[in-house]
């Protein structure tokens, strides 16, 4: 088995909710010794779309994370997406970074992936799963293997509750409790402890 894997935590946040979550997955990721990036996708709305929503503006001005480039696609064996719930679906700025991998995804490489997801939105049942599972259809087309979160232990099953992957409900900005970090970090233990395994299989 390798002895460690590169985890890329990728993800679009405009008031901070996936951003927390995001941060809690590396923890869990790099607690059982993967290597870890995590990156942001690039804000594509107007500027003054962004400029309507102060706490929007404030996540641009003051959010340190590095933007992601392809090469964090090539460096990775497992990847993380999140993205909040937007109309049920992800993001479009997630969207339209995934959609510059054509070309990776046409010579084969993004087949050794392992992927996950994760979300947030302001309501239980305003469309959690169905966004991880549309952001989880891009790992069909990769060729990836797709990591649900799980019922992995009773903390799933008795309190954060969703096993398609982390989710946050809330209608504030940063707002992550520590039930949403402790699941994120279980998924990104996951990943980490899967994609190790996985990473050290070859595909004849
Ligand atoms: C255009 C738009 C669409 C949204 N659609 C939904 C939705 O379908 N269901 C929901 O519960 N929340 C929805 N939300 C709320 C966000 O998903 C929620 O505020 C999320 O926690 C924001 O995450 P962030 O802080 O990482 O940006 C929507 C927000 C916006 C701006």
């Known amino acids: 088995m390798a002895d460690s894997a590169n985890i890329l935590v990728l993800y679009y946040s405009a008031t ?19 290597h870890v990036r995590v990156r942001r996708v ?5 500027t003054t779309a962004v400029a309507s929503n102060p706490k929007w503006q404030k996540f641009l001005d003051t959010c ?7 090469t ?10 999140g993205s909040p719930t937007r109309f049920g679906n992800p ?13 990776l995804w046409a010579q084969g490489s993004l087949s050794r992936l392992v ?25 069909y087309h990769w060729g990836s293997v797709i ?14 509750g969703n096993p398609y992957g982390a989710s946050l409900y809330s209608t504030s900005a940063n707002s992550a409790t520590q039930t949403h970090l402790q699941a994120a970090t279980l998924q990104g233990a996951r990943l ?10 070859s595909e004849e």
Not at 91 to 103: E, K, M, P, V, W
């Open 16 to 34: 901070g909710n996936v951003a927390q979550m995001a941060h809690a997955l590396a923890d869990g990721a790099s607690g059982l010794g993967a």
């Open 42 to 46: 690039v804000e594509i709305a107007p």
């Open 64 to 70: 340190q994370d590095e933007y992601v480039a392809l």
């Open 72 to 81: 964090d696609i090539e460096w990775c064996d497992g990847i993380a997406l």
């Open 91 to 103: 993001a479009s700025q997630l969207r339209a970074f995934l959609d510059t991998t054509g070309g």
């Open 115 to 139: 992927g996950t997801s994760f979300t947030s939105a302001s309501t239980q049942h305003g469309g959690l799963e169905s966004t991880i599972l549309s952001m989880n259809n891009i790992f």
């Open 147 to 160: 990591m649900p979160l799980g019922y992995v232990n009773s903390f799933v099953h008795k309190e954060s």
């Open 192 to 201: 980490a402890r899967i994609t190790r395994a996985i990473s050290s299989m």
